[in-house]
Every structure is written in structure tokens, then in C-alpha cells.
């Protein structure tokens, strides 16, 4: 019963900066963590920054330095910058929400394409 709607994804070319944006509503336990996740055509769905309810953070190898993961979790909402943009970026992403009796969510999805 709970629904995530992520927004922001689009075209943009390598080097260049997107920030996506989801946000939780419905019936919402407190929640333990926020993330993205992301797949690739061919590839498995791998975590790309993961949030925590006290702010701590951790993200994948290929995106440190690059991407920021925030939350409000007054408002159920989470965002990740993405700067300097690959074209390895490219791929849907996926928002994550998994409240305190570890219940998992799933947004719909929000490609992003990053051209050379």
C-alpha cells in the first residue's frame, strides 16, 4: 500500500547532471532505509546509494564522488544528484523504501540516458 513515483529521469550527455526525485505516500511504517537502484539491459539490478533514517550513507564504487543521496524524512521523499555522468550511467532507476518491519517497496522505474 505503499506507492513510490520517482521523477527526473531523462537525456543528458556525459559530464553532464541530473538529479532524480521519489516520493512515498500511502499507508507508510517509519522507515529504515531509502534508495536507488538502478538496471541495465543485460545486467543485474545493482544498488547505487542507499540512505539510512540517522543519515548515513553508502554507495556504490563507480559512483562515489559523483552521485549524493538526501533525504526528508519528514516528507517520505529522497533524491539523488547525479554529476559528471557517464555513459555507463545509463540505465532505469529504481526507487527503494524498506520500513522498520522490512517491508520493501518499489518505484516504477525512471530511465536515464547519458549519450556521448
Known amino acids: 500500500q505503499v506507492q513510490l513515483v520517482e521523477s527526473g529521469g531523462g537525456l543528458v550527455q556525459a559530464g553532464g547532471s541530473l538529479t532524480l526525485s521519489c516520493a512515498a505516500s500511502?499507508?507508510?511504517?517509519?522507515?529504515?532505509?531509502m534508495a536507488w537502484y538502478r538496471q541495465a539491459p543485460g545486467k543485474q539490478r545493482e544498488l547505487v546509494a542507499g540512505i539510512t533514517r540517522g543519515g548515513a550513507t553508502n554507495y556504490a564504487d563507480s559512483v562515489k564522488g559523483r552521485f549524493t543521496i538526501s533525504r526528508d524524512n519528514a516528507k517520505n521523499t529522497v533524491h539523488l544528484r547525479m554529476n559528471n555522468l557517464k555513459v555507463e550511467d545509463t540505465a532505469v532507476y529504481y526507487c527503494?523504501?524498506?520500513?522498520?518491519?522490512?517491508?520493501?517497496?518499489w518505484g516504477q522505474g525512471t530511465q536515464v540516458t547519458v549519450s556521448s
Open positions: 527503494n523504501l524498506r520500513d522498520v518491519l522490512n517491508r520493501d517497496s
Open positions: 500511502g499507508s507508510i511504517f517509519p522507515i529504515l532505509t
